[in-house]
């Protein structure tokens, strides 16, 4: 028989647990939709197989991912193209009261129009034309590293994205309408978002994947020292209270954790033994009202099974109060995405 692929149902399926306290509400502030990528797709039943695997899992929000485009419509219009597919799906979603409804979309739009607010005004208005109360925010990944060679999954963005001016009149503009502002980037560049979270302070901002933290090429071996200076941008960055943080994505490829290459994905004592210092920092400095865990599938899936990673986030907080788990596990992600 053929070895199972990462990633894949019966790779998955070699790690069970018992799910730990299956009837915590929670809500899902992370995950992606899409075809045809790491050679599968992961649409709607891909998504409710995963949230009906144990955990209570009551309501999701998509993030951006480039999929589904409108490739004829004008560069800046393109993203309309997801947030349309994207909209009809969380309205199916929302049809099943008893699974996980798709209830926030935060798209992708180039805050570089700033520099034109009428012309993102108009842009930020679509998004909204399209999905109503769903859309709930912007993402636009600042995420970009000198050798994207080394990397799975490279980051697309511009050189120094988060210090042109016309993005931050951007983000000035996102917070005066009342929308967050999401964004992905690597270790290198916290220090860049601190800057950025600083000059921003009216808007509410959401550092998605602990900053990924890289593990592969120049960065491999070199986690003990990327941690302390992690560790420093963390305090830094928790003096702004614009900023939240999703507690989650640090199961992708480009971490160096490995488990993508190994014969079973992780299980939740691997993943609470090598991340809890990460974890336990990131609380910490912010506090449980200021943080969400996240899934991040099915990125992360190629490295952990759904009901395992909710397992981990479990036990990472067993010392926690109830109050505190009610934030991390649901509270937080409803009043930053502004869910029911």
């Known amino acids: 028989m053929a070895e199972a692929k990462p990633g894949s149902a019966e790779w998955l ?22 075809r045809k990528r790491f050679n599968r797709d992961y ?19 998509f993030i951006e991912c480039r999929a589904f485009y409108d490739k004829q419509a004008p560069a800046h219009l393109q993203s309309l193209g997801e947030t349309r597919v994207i909209t009809d799906i969380a309205r199916q979603s929302r049809q099943q009261a008893a699974r996980a409804q798709i209830n926030g979309i ?3 739009a180039d805050l570089r129009l700033g520099a034109d607010p009428d012309a993102l005004r108009e842009v930020l ?25 080394d990397l799975v999954i490279p980051g697309p963005a511009p050189a120094y994205l988060y210090g042109q001016e016309s993005f931050r009149q951007g983000l000035r503009l996102l917070g005066e309408l009342g929308l967050t502002y999401d964004t992905w980037h690597y270790h290198h560049q916290n220090e860049d978002f601190c800057e950025l979270a600083e000059a921003v302070p009216d808007t509410t901002l959401i550092l998605d994947h602990f900053g990924t933290p890289l593990g592969v090429g120049i960065y491999r071996g070199s986690r003990d020292a990327i941690f302390l200076q992690w560790k420093q941008d963390m305090r830094r960055l928790a003096r702004c209270p614009n900023v939240y943080v999703k507690l989650g994505g640090m199961a992708m490829p480009d971490n160096g954790f490995g488990w993508h290459t190994h014969e079973r994905p992780a299980s939740s004592d691997e993943l609470v033994s090598a991340q809890r210092s990460w974890y336990l920092h990131m609380i910490d400095c912010f506090g449980p009202q200021r943080c969400m865990f996240e899934s991040n599938f099915p990125v992360d899936r190629l490295s952990i099974s759904y009901p395992v990673l909710w397992n981990a986030f479990k036990k990472l907080s067993t010392d926690f109060s109830e109050a505190e788990k009610q934030a991390l596990f649901h509270d937080t992600a409803a009043g930053v995405y502004r869910l029911g």
């Open 13 to 34: 399926q070699q790690v069970q647990e018992d799910i730990i306290d299956p009837q915590r509400p929670i809500i899902d502030p992370h995950h992606h939709l899409w």
């Open 43 to 61: 649409l709607l039943d891909d998504l409710w197989a995963d949230t009906d695997s144990g955990h209570n899992i009551q309501q999701t929000v």
């Open 106 to 108: 935060v798209a992708n």
């Open 125 to 149: 208005q679509a998004h909204r034309d399209i999905a109503g109360d769903l859309f709930k925010g912007i993402r636009q990944a600042g995420a970009r590293d000198p050798r994207p060679e």
